[in-house]
């Protein structure tokens, strides 16, 4: 019997686990790949998400350092730079594996074998995989958004509330990347329906990527070639497809015994896609509060506490992203061509300033047009 069970060692299952063991917590993640295994992201670690992280990332995870965007919009470019560091490039095959080595340290015990299902019992949470069933007092399920063991607790996810992407990881002399990017994150509004492309300037190679909402963004495929092209990359691209699901909806999170954390939970900023931090903190959020709330009361504990730490971020997040879906045009002109408003909203990744206190001050400089889509 273990105290907890994690499903999934990405940056959520791996934060859970990590936060449970330093408490000592007899801790067990299943996790179905081998580590360290490929997962589909453009590896942009906010700043917020970096100081989640109670130990410091190794130079050799810590790509380059970015200090600003470059937001292209029909025809209009606009780069703003501040004199701090805004998000670090990581890959993440390294990043998690080394995720996975800290809760390994913290004391957690791993197996790699795929969860099928999971039972509730009075006392505790029996996991049944391939190779056998295990037990734990109580279960996180951070097996990311394409399982499907987390809807047993919220239900199925609606396709309006998920997103899709299409990455490539393109190689590139070092060199020419700095020449061509440096410090900054190239986004590109108008290229997906309902989200945007990227072009972020990792160690060695590009990542360059397409999301949008997956009810809005029909031939992904088809817009990821486009985008290839029109930024001078070949099309004979391998391209990686993931879904994404967008944060902010209201959803059931905890029941009884069982805890979801991560993208199994929905937590990711609509507006921009980002997910790491929310699955750092989430994780962390469960680990440590199984390891201190009485047992009736961990479900209850832990959505309260997602409530404070980011609940209201995401709402915030998911108003922007309706913003600009409602009303792309008149959105994107005022945020990717007017260089006060770009200059404010990057500092949100910096922990710097919140989404309500970006979107207070947003607000009163919107045209009443756009205001009235709302
Ligand atoms: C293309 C793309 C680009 C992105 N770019 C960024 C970015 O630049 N910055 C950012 O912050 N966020 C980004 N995101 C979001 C981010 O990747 C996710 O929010 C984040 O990975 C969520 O972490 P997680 O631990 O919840 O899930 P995951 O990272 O998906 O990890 C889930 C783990 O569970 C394992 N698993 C699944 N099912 C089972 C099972 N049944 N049994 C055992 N193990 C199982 C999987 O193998 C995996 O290792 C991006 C997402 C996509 C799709």
């Known amino acids: 019997m273990y105290d907890l069970i994690v499903v999934g060692a990405g940056p959520a299952g791996s934060?859970?686990?990590?936060?449970?063991?330093?408490?000592?917590?007899?801790?067990l993640i299943l996790e179905k790949e081998h580590f360290p295994r490929y997962k589909p992201c453009g590896g942009a670690l906010s700043s917020r998400a970096a100081s989640l992280l109670d130990f410091t990332l190794p130079y050799e995870v810590c790509e380059r350092t970015i200090t600003g965007a470059r937001v292209?919009?029909?025809?209009?470019v606009l780069e703003r730079h501040k004199g701090y560091n805004l998000t670090t490039l990581i890959t993440r095959c390294q990043f998690d594996h080394l995720l996975l080595q800290k809760a390994k340290e913290a004391g957690a015990d791993t197996k790699t074998e795929k969860v099928q299902a999971f039972q509730e019992k009075d006392e505790y949470v029996s996991v049944k995989t391939k190779d056998g069933i295990y037990r734990g007092k109580f279960l996180v399920i951070a097996s990311g958004c394409q399982d499907s063991l987390k809807n047993k607790i919220c239900g199925p996810d609606k396709k309006e509330n998920m997103g899709v992407c299409l990455v490539a990881e393109i190689k590139e002399d070092d060199q020419k990347i700095k020449e061509r990017l440096a410090g900054t994150l190239d986004i590109h509004f108008g290229m997906a329906e309902g989200g945007y492309g990227w072009i972020?300037?990792?160690?060695?190679?590009?990542?360059?990527?397409?999301?949008?909402?997956?009810s809005r963004l029909h031939h992904p495929r088809r817009a990821m070639l486009q985008f290839l092209k029109k930024n001078g990359f070949t099309e004979e691209q391998k391209l990686h497809g993931h879904l994404i699901p967008q944060g902010g909806n209201k959803r059931r999170t905890a029941y009884g015994?069982?805890?979801?954390?991560?993208?199994?939970?929905?937590?990711?900023?609509?507006?921009?896609?980002e997910g790491i931090c929310y699955a750092l903190s989430s994780g962390k959020i469960?680990?440590?509060?199984?390891?201190?709330?009485?047992?009736?009361?961990?479900?209850?504990?832990?959505?309260?506490?997602?409530?404070?730490?980011?609940g209201e971020e995401l709402r915030y997040a998911l108003f922007l992203s309706k913003m600009?879906?409602?009303?792309?045009?008149?959105?994107?002109?005022i945020l990717a061509c007017r260089e006060e408003v770009l200059d404010r909203y990057i500092e949100i990744a910096a922990a710097k300033i919140s989404y309500k206190d970006f979107l207070r001050w947003l607000l009163p400089r919107l045209p009443l047009s756009l205001l009235r889509t709302l």
């Open 257 to 273: 015994r069982v805890l979801l954390a991560g993208d199994a939970a929905g937590f990711v900023d609509a507006f921009t896609g």
């Open 15 to 27: 934060a859970a686990a990590r936060a449970a063991a330093l408490q000592g917590l007899d801790t």
């Open 286 to 310: 469960a680990g440590q509060v199984i390891g201190d709330t009485p047992a009736p009361e961990v479900a209850s504990a832990y959505e309260k506490r997602i409530g404070k730490d980011f």
């Open 72 to 76: 292209h919009f029909r025809d209009r």
């Open 200 to 214: 972020f300037p990792h160690r060695g190679y590009y990542s360059v990527g397409i999301g949008g909402l997956s």
């Open 324 to 333: 600009m879906h409602n009303y792309p045009e008149i959105f994107l002109r």
